[in-house]
């Protein structure tokens, strides 16, 4: 039985170096990435069901990856997390964002805000206000049309922290964004501490609408809590004309979603807003 043990134990040491060597040569490709220039951004529109038109669109990362084509984050963003390599990976989301949004503005759209996603680092990075406001001013923006998106989980990993930097960034004026809602085991009375201006209710919930009905339970309790909180609501995922109905009737403010527009490069997300806001 001991030296099965061991042999187990090998094995998944064997295993784990397996993991570790991967990672290594993810990371090592992430480094090369950030110098060559290969990530891109993608806009997702998110639509305003009072108006029908454009409020913002988010930015999500993409590797565009030599030889294996467009990779989603999904499979580079954990590593880029556990490699600190977030941090510079984040720096540079925020700045092509921005010079996006201003290249919006050059191009003669107005009134559309930049939803930007922070991981758990940049959060905890205490330069994230100071960096911000340098990019901000750098590209004539003002804070105000920006949207800083923060996940749930990241939120109450340290909510004290959260507390803090979520009240610095809202005293700047950039707006504030709770991401994956109803994933992550907030506590109610933290909810109330972070300076918060929407609640973001996760795809999955959204996916439940007219087949699930805790699913859809969840999706209403969300929207009634945020709007007693003064909080406005975006719904993620969505994807059918029946939960673009079931969300609009239960007062949701904001539709983000594949029904929409999946997440496009640039010039169509442009062509989405001009057609959306100024037909
Ligand atoms: P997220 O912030 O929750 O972003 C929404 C994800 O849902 C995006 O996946 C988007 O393409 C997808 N999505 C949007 N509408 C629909 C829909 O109707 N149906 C379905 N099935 N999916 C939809 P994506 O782009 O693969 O991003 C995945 C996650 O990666 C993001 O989730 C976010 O957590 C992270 N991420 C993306 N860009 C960044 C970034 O610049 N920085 C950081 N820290 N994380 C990022
Ligand atoms: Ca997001
Ligand atoms: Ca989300
Ligand atoms: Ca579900």
Known sequence: AKSAG???FQFFDAK??????ERLGIEHALRQALGRDEFRLHYQPVIDVRTGRVSSVEALIRWQHPTRGLLPPGLFIGVAEETGLIQPIGDWVIWAACRQLADFRAAGIAGVKMAINISAIQMRNSDLSVLARGIIEAYSLVPG??????????????????VRVLDILHDMGVELALDDFGTGYSSLSYLRMFALDKLKLDRSFVEDIGQD????????????????????????????????????????NLI???????????DEVIAFIRERNFP
């Open 145 to 162: 049309d920006l949207v800083f998106e923060i996940t749930e989980s990241v939120a109450m990993e340290h909510p004290d922290e959260t």
């Open 6 to 8: 061991r042999n187990n």
């Open 213 to 252: 009905i805790d699913g859809q339970v969840i999706c209403d309790a969300t929207i009634g809590l945020a709007h007693n909180l003064g909080l406005e609501v975006v719904a993620e995922g969505v994807e059918t004309e029946e939960q673009l109905a079931y969300l609009k009737a239960r007062g949701c």
């Open 256 to 266: 983000q979603g594949y029904l929409f527009s999946r997440p496009v490069p640039a």
């Open 16 to 21: 784990m170096n397996e993991a570790a060597l």
